[in-house]
């Protein structure tokens, strides 16, 4: 019903940069917050950055002041902007969108993209 797309993962140079995208699209009614999330090698998933429809947004400690979400609401789409790129952000990168299906669902479902792949190295 509700599909999740990644793309723009990749190998990038520390201190390098990438910016990741994801599209939402199928029986949408509307979106609530949309957010990344990261599993790297032998870790747990955890938050990278969520916002919400209004535009607020959170992100985890470690990538304050280097990566930035934002989203575009007429096109169902979240972006991370990731700058200065450590190795240690190397994971699995992965979209996530509470939708809402009708205007009679009175809580929105979480929905996860693929993933793709961000590896940090020289």
């Known amino acids: 019903q509700v599909q999740l797309v990644e793309s723009g993962g990749g190998l990038v140079q520390p201190g390098g940069s990438l910016r990741l995208s994801c599209a939402a699209s199928g029986s949408i009614f509307s979106i609530n917050a949309m957010g990344w999330y990261r599993q790297g090698p032998g870790k747990e998933r955890e938050l990278v950055a969520s916002?919400?429809?209004?535009?607020?947004?959170n992100y985890a400690d470690s990538v304050k002041g280097r990566f930035t979400i934002s989203r575009d609401n007429a096109k169902n789409t979240v972006y991370l902007q990731m700058n200065s790129l450590k190795p240690e952000d190397t994971a699995v990168y992965y979209c996530?969108?509470?939708?809402?299906?009708?205007?009679?669902?009175?809580?929105?479902?979480?929905?996860w993209g693929q993933g793709t792949q961000v590896t940090v190295s020289s």
């Open positions: 996530n969108a509470e939708v809402r299906l009708s205007r009679w669902q009175s809580s929105p479902l979480p929905y």
């Open positions: 916002i919400t429809w209004g535009g607020n947004t």
